[in-house]
C-alpha cells in the first residue's frame, strides 16, 4: 500500500509541488507534504526491510516458518513499520527545538541505511545459504 501510495500520488504531487506550485520552504503546506513523503518512505523503505527478513527466515528455516512468522507476530511487525514512519514524520513539526542537520540525518540513518542494511545483510546470507545448497546438490 505504501508502494502505490508514493508512486502514484506522493512522488508525482512532489513533482508538481517542486517545479510548478514552489511554495515557501517553511509554509504550513510544504510542511504536511514533507511530513507524507517521510512517512510513506519510511513505509515503503521498512516494508522492503521486512520482506528482506521474510525470504531469509523461509529460507533458512522452512520447516519452522509458520512457528516463527505467525499472524499476530505479522500483525505487530505491519504495526511497527507503521508507527515507525509516522513518528518520523512527526519529527519534522519538532525542529524548532532539534538542529536542521541533527534532525535529517537521524531521518536518513532511519529511514535508509539502517534497512539498506538489514536488506543487503539478509540477501548476502540467502545467497551463502543458496551456494551451499547447490554444492550439496553437485
Request: charge should be positive.
Given at each position: 500500500?505504501?508502494?502505490?501510495?508514493?508512486?502514484?500520488?506522493?512522488?508525482?504531487?512532489?513533482?508538481?509541488?517542486?517545479?510548478?506550485?514552489?511554495?515557501?520552504?517553511?509554509?504550513?503546506?510544504?510542511?504536511?507534504?514533507?511530513?507524507l513523503w517521510?512517512?510513506?518512505?519510511?513505509?515503503?523503505?521498512?516494508?522492503?526491510?521486512?520482506?528482506?527478513?521474510?525470504?531469509?527466515?523461509?529460507?533458512?528455516?522452512?520447516?519452522?516458518?509458520?512457528?516463527?512468522?505467525?499472524?499476530?507476530?505479522?500483525?505487530?511487525?505491519?504495526?511497527?513499520?507503521?508507527?515507525?514512519?509516522?513518528?518520523?514524520?512527526?519529527?519534522?513539526?519538532?525542529?524548532?527545538?532539534?538542529?536542521?542537520?541533527e534532525l535529517?540525518?537521524?531521518?536518513?540513518?532511519?529511514?535508509?541505511?539502517?534497512p539498506l542494511?538489514?536488506?543487503?545483510?539478509?540477501?548476502?546470507?540467502?545467497?551463502?545459504?543458496?551456494?551451499?545448497?547447490?554444492?550439496?546438490?553437485?
Amino acid at each position: 500500500m505504501a508502494d502505490a501510495f508514493v508512486g502514484l500520488v506522493i512522488d508525482p504531487v512532489w513533482i508538481v509541488i517542486r517545479c510548478w506550485i514552489q511554495p515557501e520552504v517553511y509554509s504550513n503546506f510544504f510542511l504536511i507534504f514533507i511530513m507524507l513523503w517521510t512517512h510513506t518512505t519510511a513505509a515503503t523503505t521498512l516494508n522492503s526491510c521486512c520482506v528482506s527478513i521474510d525470504c531469509f527466515i523461509a529460507i533458512r528455516f522452512p520447516f519452522r516458518y509458520q512457528d516463527i512468522l505467525t499472524k499476530r507476530r505479522c500483525y505487530e511487525v505491519i504495526i511497527l513499520v507503521w508507527f515507525i514512519s509516522l513518528s518520523l514524520s512527526f519529527l519534522i513539526f519538532l525542529k524548532e527545538r532539534l538542529k536542521k542537520l541533527e534532525l535529517f540525518v537521524f531521518i536518513a540513518i532511519t529511514m535508509c541505511l539502517v534497512p539498506l542494511l538489514v536488506v543487503c545483510f539478509c540477501y548476502i546470507l540467502i545467497f551463502k545459504l543458496a551456494r551451499k545448497q547447490f554444492r550439496r546438490i553437485l
